[in-house]
């Protein structure tokens, strides 16, 4: 199996599901593939072949079957590895884990738009004006936190069910922004966003990341250059 992913540093997609399969343990091949989207890049020529959606990540199977969207490739790797307890394995619990991870998928765009992951950088000024000026940052932040407290006082923490799954994949690129626009979070959340970048996984990932020293202009509207 193979996991098609973006640069490390800027691909909170690509770092749900590269983060879930580190954390289970499920083996995979990773190709790693650089955000250039020039005409003629490596990144067309491959997506071209492996991605309906032309974005990543995509889950390819060695008999070049095809899961290309991240709640997908969650929801397949569960079905794939019932070992494994990547949803929570009460009916209730695995419900609100999907929502929550719908809500990610969907929601939180403002926090999105503005506050793009970029593992290497710490734009604390940015964020700290983000904060001041920017209500509907500020909104996401407060439901993202009200979100978090209610699982994590419901169930204990460290992670949202307690044990690390899927859920806490999908959020682990907020916690990276958060923490790079040093946004403010209840006690709690920012609790569990610190448990969330000392998961092995998620260490290894931002390891990796920022060994690749790449500067992609379409993703940096805060810097000019590295
Ligand atoms: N809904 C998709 C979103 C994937 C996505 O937007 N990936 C970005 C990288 S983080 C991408 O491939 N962008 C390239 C493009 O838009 O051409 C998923 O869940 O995987």
Partial sequence: MKLYIGNKNYSSWSMRSGVLLAAFGIPFDEVKLRFDFSPGSEWHRVTAGVSPTRRVPVLVEDDGFTV????????????????????????????????LCAEMHAGFGRLRSVCPMNIEAFFLDVGQRLWAEDEALR???????????????????????????????????????????????????????DALLAHPAVEDWIAEALREQDFVAEDEPYRKAR
């Fill in 68 to 99: 290309w969207d991240t709640l997908a490739i969650a929801e397949y790797l569960a079905d794939r590895h019932p070992e494994h307890a990547i949803w929570p394995r009460d009916a209730r619990q695995r419900a609100r884990a999907r929502s």
């Fill in 139 to 193: 909104a996401d932040v407060a439901r993202l936190d009200a979100a978090w407290r209610d699982e994590l006082a419901a169930h204990g923490g460290p992670f949202l069910f307690g044990a690390f799954g899927a859920v806490d994949a999908y959020f682990a690129p907020v916690a990276v922004r958060l923490s790079r626009f040093g946004l403010p979070l209840s006690e709690a959340a920012a609790a569990y966003r």
